[in-house]
């Protein structure tokens, strides 16, 4: 069985940080894509990044709203964990937060394709 445990989400004022993170527990990732996805309340989830656990490499979502440049993903392959640094944080940044896998080791931005979810980590940015 696997299992997601996303934590580090919380109240932050616009222009501050918060570090999420996915522990991954169950079975091997070792060729698997781990990926952070968001979802505001009234909207589809969307996609924010994505690792690969091996041959590094990561996706940022090109959104109108993009995170490229403020969000970074990382990944501790001994600790089974993903990170997402979210920097210059914003009030349209704020979601329920979800992390995400999948089996197949190419990187892909459809919700449909992760077969693995998390419970989510809320992050609320004020203004």
């Known amino acids: 069985q696997v299992q997601l445990v996303e934590s580090g989400g919380g109240l932050v004022q616009a222009g501050g940080s918060l570090r999420l993170s996915c522990v991954s527990s169950?079975?091997?990732?070792?060729?698997?894509?781990m990926g952070w996805f968001r979802q505001a309340p009234g909207k589809e989830r969307e996609f924010v990044a994505a690792a690969r656990w091996i041959r590094t490499s990561t996706y940022y979502a090109n959104s109108a709203d993009s995170v490229k440049g403020r969000f970074t993903i990382s990944r501790d392959n001994a600790k089974r964990t993903v990170f997402l640094q979210m920097n210059s944080l914003k009030p349209e940044d704020t979601a329920l937060y979800y992390c995400?896998?999948?089996?197949?080791?190419?990187?892909?931005?459809?919700?449909?394709?992760?077969?693995?979810w998390g419970q989510g980590t809320q992050v609320t940015v004020s203004s």
């Open positions: 995400a896998a999948k089996d197949l080791n190419v990187i892909t931005t459809q919700p449909s394709d992760y077969a693995y």
């Open positions: 169950g079975r091997t990732f070792s060729s698997s894509v």
